[in-house]
């Protein structure tokens, strides 16, 4: 099994490496088990080094034209697309992800973001009319970006770079699971000219520096992915300063899969969705509702076409499923097939069992369970792991009841004929949905309902995010 040694991190505060105390975070690969890198434990104190230098760039960086802004910002696209290759190897050993899919996604999409945020801005209406009224679009401050270790770069960047377009400071945490290419994209935006103190890194754990961030007074919003608990504690703990929040959180999504789908196309897709990464992604479709007379054939596709997804090493071209993230996500995932088995699922393909021959990383086997009660544990809560659901429904009323009924609503997706499919997408209770899976869209918003969070990130929608609006009579 192919290993790597990355070097030590440093936060980057004020545009320089900064050593933290003498506390760390080891980085541990979890195909190997073995420790990679380290990270400093920050404190209160680090955070607050950073809002200074952050808020000591704010006046400079705001008054820069957005023209100028989005030239430094389509430089980090650049940057970004000449560092591809190492983005990817080094995400594929701090969180296991296949490196065909850090390739093509960890590194590749986080440049198409960057590139798409850049050209909003000569569009975008900085200024308008209403009435008598000039209304200007502001950047709010000093921005906290706190983001997952799932899709570390890719989630950075939503967030980042919309925020350094609006004129916003950032004082950004990254998961201290997934840390290492946080400083990658520091060097970056300081190569494409950005002032130095517009974007710092602090590492560290939730509790110490992602409180730090979310209490800080210096700090006007706070952006964050991640679980729907550690939301909530952000929502409270940013109240005191009433921040902006903006949560972009679980999901539990569901493939409608209509009477009359390509059933060809709507299984292998779904079963895809809910693999990719896998299962790590927030919002896989991991419910896959299907007409009950219709079950046991779409089943049986189901596992023949997970029998291409492959787990192994994640260094290897052909490895399709690589290892979790780590050895607690990997027991977690396991617990919830145990309750699945447990509360009478039957189990397709896949099971609580190791994968042989990869019993020290923290590997699953990809797991379809059939016939699954939509009010059951694995069909309710959000596993982040290649579980899929497949659940019966008896009429389209009662498979939108079924979709509609979790506290999540992040995303989802419907297959039919086209018609028939927007008239059920409409009724879906989610922040976007799928109809006979279309390509990806990098300026359409993306965010949750319910429990899945608020606000959006993407495209305009993202970029609104990141400013306050000024009415000013005449």
Same mark, same amino acid.
């Given at each position: 099994?192919?290993?790597?040694?990355?070097?030590?991190?440093?936060?980057?505060?004020?545009?320089?490496?900064?050593?933290?105390?003498?506390?760390?975070?080891?980085?541990?690969?979890?195909?190997?088990?073995?420790?990679?890198?380290?990270?400093?434990?920050?404190?209160?104190?680090?955070? /607050?080094?950073?809002?200074?230098?952050? $808020?000591?760039?704010?006046?400079?960086?705001?008054?820069?034209?957005?023209?100028?802004?989005?030239?430094?910002?389509?430089?980090?696209?650049?940057?970004?697309?000449?560092?591809?290759?190492?983005?990817?190897?080094?995400?594929?050993?701090?969180?296991?992800?296949?490196?065909?899919?850090?390739?093509?996604?960890?590194?590749?999409?986080?440049?198409?973001?960057?590139?798409?945020?850049?050209?909003?801005?000569?569009?975008?209406?900085?200024?308008?009319?209403?009435?008598?009224?000039?209304?200007?679009?502001?950047?709010?401050?000093?921005?906290?970006?706190?983001?997952?270790?799932?899709?570390?770069?890719?989630?950075?960047?939503?967030?980042?770079?919309?925020?350094?377009?609006?004129?916003?400071?950032?004082?950004?945490?990254?998961?201290?699971?997934?840390?290492?290419?946080?400083?990658?994209?520091?060097?970056?935006?300081? !190569?494409?000219?950005?002032?130095?103190?517009?974007?710092?890194?602090?590492?560290?754990?939730?509790?110490?520096?992602?409180?730090?961030?979310? $209490?800080?007074?210096?700090?006007?919003?706070?952006?964050?992915?991640?679980?729907?608990?550690?939301? *909530?504690?952000?929502?409270?703990?940013?109240?005191?300063?009433?921040?902006?929040?903006?949560?972009?959180?679980?999901?539990?999504?569901?493939?409608?899969?209509?009477?009359? =789908?390509?059933?060809? *196309?709507?299984?292998?897709?779904?079963?895809?969705?809910?693999?990719?990464?896998?299962?790590?992604?927030?919002?896989?479709?991991?419910?896959?509702?299907?007409?009950?007379?219709?079950?046991?054939?779409?089943?049986?596709?189901?596992?023949?076409? =997970?029998?291409?997804?492959?787990?192994?090493?994640?260094? /290897?071209?052909?490895?399709?499923?690589?290892?979790?993230?780590?050895?607690?996500?990997?027991?977690?995932?396991?617990?919830?097939?145990?309750?699945?088995?447990? /509360?009478?699922?039957?189990?397709?393909?896949?099971?609580?069992?190791?994968?042989?021959?990869?019993?020290?990383?923290?590997?699953?086997?990809?797991?379809?369970?059939?016939?699954?009660?939509?009010?059951?544990?694995?069909?309710?809560?959000?596993?982040?792991?290649?579980?899929?659901?497949?659940?019966?429904?008896?009429?389209?009323?009662?498979?939108?009841?079924?979709?509609?009924?979790?506290?999540?609503?992040?995303?989802?997706?419907?297959?039919?004929?086209?018609?028939?499919?927007?008239?059920?997408?409409?009724?879906?209770?989610?922040?976007?949905?799928?109809?006979?899976?279309?390509?990806?869209?990098?300026?359409?918003?993306?965010?949750?309902?319910?429990?899945?969070?608020?606000?959006?990130?993407?495209?305009?929608?993202?970029?609104? !995010?990141?400013?306050?609006? *000024?009415?000013?009579?005449?």
């Amino acid at each position: 099994m192919t290993t790597h040694t990355l070097s030590a991190a440093a936060h980057w505060i004020g545009g320089e490496a900064v050593p933290g105390g003498t506390e760390t975070i080891e980085v541990v690969n979890p195909a190997t088990n073995e420790v990679i890198a380290a990270v400093p434990a920050g404190t209160a104190a680090d955070v /607050d080094a950073a809002v200074a230098a952050a $808020t000591a760039a704010f006046p400079g960086w705001a008054r820069t034209s957005p023209a100028d802004r989005a030239a430094i910002v389509r430089r980090m696209a650049d940057g970004l697309q000449v560092r591809a290759g190492e983005i990817a190897s080094t995400i594929t050993a701090e969180m296991g992800a296949p490196i065909s899919l850090s390739r093509r996604a960890q590194a590749g999409l986080p440049i198409m973001v960057t590139a798409s945020v850049a050209a909003l801005a000569a569009d975008f209406p900085w200024t308008q009319e209403i009435g008598n009224a000039l209304i200007v679009r502001e950047p709010i401050g000093v921005v906290g970006a706190i983001t997952p270790w799932n899709f570390p770069l890719q989630q950075t960047a939503t967030k980042v770079v919309p925020a350094l377009l609006a004129g916003n400071t950032v004082v950004h945490k990254p998961s201290e699971i997934a840390p290492l290419t946080a400083r990658i994209l520091a060097e970056v935006a300081a !190569e494409a000219g950005l002032p130095p103190g517009v974007l710092n890194v602090v590492h560290g754990a939730g509790p110490v520096a992602g409180e730090a961030i979310t $209490t800080h007074p210096g700090i006007g919003m706070v952006s964050f992915t991640g679980s729907t608990r550690a939301g *909530k504690r952000i929502s409270v703990a940013a109240s005191d300063t009433v921040k902006r929040v903006a949560l972009e959180l679980g999901g539990k999504s569901a493939n409608v899969v209509l009477d009359d =789908a390509d059933l060809a *196309k709507a299984v292998a897709l779904g079963v895809a969705s809910a693999f990719i990464n896998g299962g790590q992604v927030c919002g896989a479709w991991t419910r896959m509702l299907v007409p009950a007379a219709r079950h046991d054939e779409i089943v049986e596709l189901a596992v023949a076409a =997970a029998a291409a997804y492959t787990v192994g090493d994640p260094a /290897d071209e052909g490895t399709v499923i690589g290892p979790l993230a780590s050895q607690a996500q990997r027991q977690r995932v396991t617990g919830y097939i145990e309750r699945g088995i447990a /509360d009478g699922a039957t189990v397709a393909v896949g099971g609580p069992g190791p994968v042989a021959g990869f019993e020290a990383g923290a590997y699953v086997q990809p797991t379809i369970f059939a016939r699954v009660d939509p009010n059951a544990v694995i069909a309710q809560e959000e596993i982040f792991g290649p579980v899929l659901s497949v659940i019966p429904y008896a009429t389209e009323d009662e498979a939108v009841q079924i979709a509609n009924s979790t506290i999540y609503g992040l995303s989802g997706a419907v297959f039919g004929d086209d018609e028939h499919a927007l008239a059920i997408a409409r009724r879906l209770r989610t922040g976007q949905v799928d109809i006979n899976g279309p390509e990806i869209n990098l300026v359409a918003p993306f965010g949750g309902y319910k429990q899945s969070g608020n606000g959006r990130e993407m495209g305009r929608f993202g970029l609104e !995010e990141f400013l306050e609006i *000024k009415a000013i009579g005449r």
